[in-house]
């Protein structure tokens, strides 16, 4: 992967980590996000274990000096880890990092171009509008089903919903109240930007499947569930996200 290239401004930019089993990556990744502070060194990187079984908070442990490390004590999944992470981000860019070495994180200067220059306040990374090695058939379709619900509700024509780079000003940050836990948190992301009419961009970026570790997403279930997740807020609005969590039966 090719080194990042420097990028102007002297805003502050936090990288939210989710992490859960990723042993195998979480160093590389980090690593990576090293380099990164050369070109943006304003940089705050906060990780998140999500409750990990195996090596990942001893590897995590070993960047203490150059994280922020966060905990949760048991599973909760990606959306309540990126909702740690938002709360304690205190960037004027806050970005999200994939620790599954899929989405590289010297695409991250690229990423937060559009909102340094005040172009938009959202950015999705695409993978169709940049390169993708090894990405299942069935990611495929599914990923241009949800881009496409996505545009047929929304009026939104985005590429890659399901992405795992998005990058947000800190005050759509502050504007948004996450209530998923799991994946479907993608699509309730996507529904505040749109609900909320913020300006957003799309820019191309990197993928190359995953070689160690086991991916978390369940190409059915949690596809489906997306689905729906689409479909409800819009029908729904910014009511779905102002009801209780136990009140929520989607949040479950």
């Given at each position: 992967m090719a080194k990042p290239s420097a990028t102007g401004g002297d805003a502050k930019v936090s990288?939210?980590?989710?992490a859960y089993n990723e042993e195998q990556?979480?160093?590389?990744?980090?690593?990576?996000?090293?380099?990164?502070?050369?070109?943006?060194?304003?940089?705050?990187?906060?990780?998140i274990d999500d409750g990990s079984?195996?090596?990942?908070?001893?590897?995590?442990?070993?960047?203490s000096q150059e994280v922020i490390l966060l905990k949760h004590e048991n599973n909760r999944g990606k959306g309540a880890a990126l909702a740690t992470g938002f709360d304690a981000a205190s960037g004027d860019v806050v970005v999200v990092q994939d620790a599954d070495l899929e989405?590289?994180?010297?695409?991250?200067?690229?990423?937060?171009?559009?909102i340094l220059s005040g172009e938009a306040d959202v950015v999705f990374g695409s993978r169709f509008k940049g390169s993708r090695e090894g990405m299942k058939f069935s990611n495929y379709v599914g990923n241009k089903l949800l881009s496409l619900t996505t545009k047929l509700l929304y009026g939104?024509?985005?590429?890659?919903?399901?992405?795992?780079?998005?990058?947000?000003?800190?005050?759509?940050?502050?504007?948004?109240?996450?209530?998923?836990d799991g994946f479907k948190i993608e699509p309730e992301i996507a529904a505040e930007v749109f609900h909320g009419g913020w300006r957003?961009?799309?820019?191309?970026?990197?993928?190359?499947?995953?070689?160690?570790?086991?991916s978390k997403f369940r190409f059915i279930k949690?596809?489906?569930?997306?689905?729906?997740?689409l479909v409800r807020a819009r029908a729904y609005g910014k009511t779905l996200y102002t009801r209780k969590r136990d009140q929520d039966p989607l949040s479950r």
């Open positions: 990288v939210i980590v989710p990556n979480i160093k590389q990744i980090l690593r990576m996000l090293m380099d990164v502070e050369q070109v943006l060194p304003s940089l705050e990187v906060i990780v079984t195996d090596g990942t908070l001893g590897e995590i442990a070993k960047f989405y590289s994180p010297y695409d991250i200067p690229r990423l937060v171009k559009p939104a024509p985005i590429t890659d919903l399901m992405t795992g780079h998005k990058v947000f000003s800190k005050r759509v940050v502050r504007s948004i109240d996450l209530t998923e957003y961009a799309e820019v191309p970026i990197m993928y190359i499947r995953r070689t160690r570790g086991k949690d596809g489906v569930r997306c689905f729906w997740r």
